[in-house]
């Protein structure tokens, strides 16, 4: 009985080691002031876009109108940083 469950306990650690490993392969984990940076949503207006496009809907708070779907854009919680896209990587 305690022979299964510490096997069953250590099957379950070593799996989940595996998949947090895997994960952090497929995304780099970047971390500023010991925050997360949140990865992009895959949106059409989150693709191929320059900062100062960014700039324009994460300046404030906004409502964005996109083929009668209402996006609710949130004002940047940062200071200005160059090149959005090195910590925001698009979600695949
Ligand atoms: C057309 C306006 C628009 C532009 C341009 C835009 N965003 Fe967004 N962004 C939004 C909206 C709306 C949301 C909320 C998405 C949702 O509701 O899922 C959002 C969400 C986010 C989030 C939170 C994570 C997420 O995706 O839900 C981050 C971070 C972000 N944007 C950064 C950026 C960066 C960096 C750029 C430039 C590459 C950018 N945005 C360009 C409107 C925009
Ligand atoms: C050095 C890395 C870095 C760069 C460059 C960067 N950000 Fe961020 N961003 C972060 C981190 C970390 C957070 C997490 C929240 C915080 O810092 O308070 C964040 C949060 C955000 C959020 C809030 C998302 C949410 O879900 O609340 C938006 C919007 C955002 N960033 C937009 C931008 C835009 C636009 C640019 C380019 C002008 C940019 N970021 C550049 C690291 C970065």
Same mark, same amino acid.
């Given at each position: 009985? =305690? #022979?299964? =469950?510490? $096997?069953?306990?250590? #099957?379950?650690?070593?799996?989940? &080691?595996?998949? +947090? ?7 780099? =984990? &970047? $971390?500023?002031?010991? +925050? +997360?940076?949140?990865? =992009? ?7 191929? +876009?320059?900062? #100062? ?10 409502? &964005? ?28």
């Amino acid at each position: 009985m =305690l #022979t299964s =469950l510490v $096997i069953f306990i250590s #099957t379950f650690v070593y799996w989940s &080691i595996f998949f +947090k490993k895997y994960e952090e392969d497929q995304y780099p =984990l &970047i $971390i500023v002031d010991g +925050k +997360k940076a949140p990865r =992009l949503s895959p949106l059409s207006f989150h693709i191929n +876009k320059s900062d #100062t496009d960014c700039m324009s809907c994460h300046v404030n708070n906004q409502i &964005i109108s996109i083929n009668d779907k209402n996006f609710h854009s949130m004002e940047m919680p940062h200071e200005f940083r160059d090149n959005c896209m090195s910590c925001h990587i698009l979600k695949i």
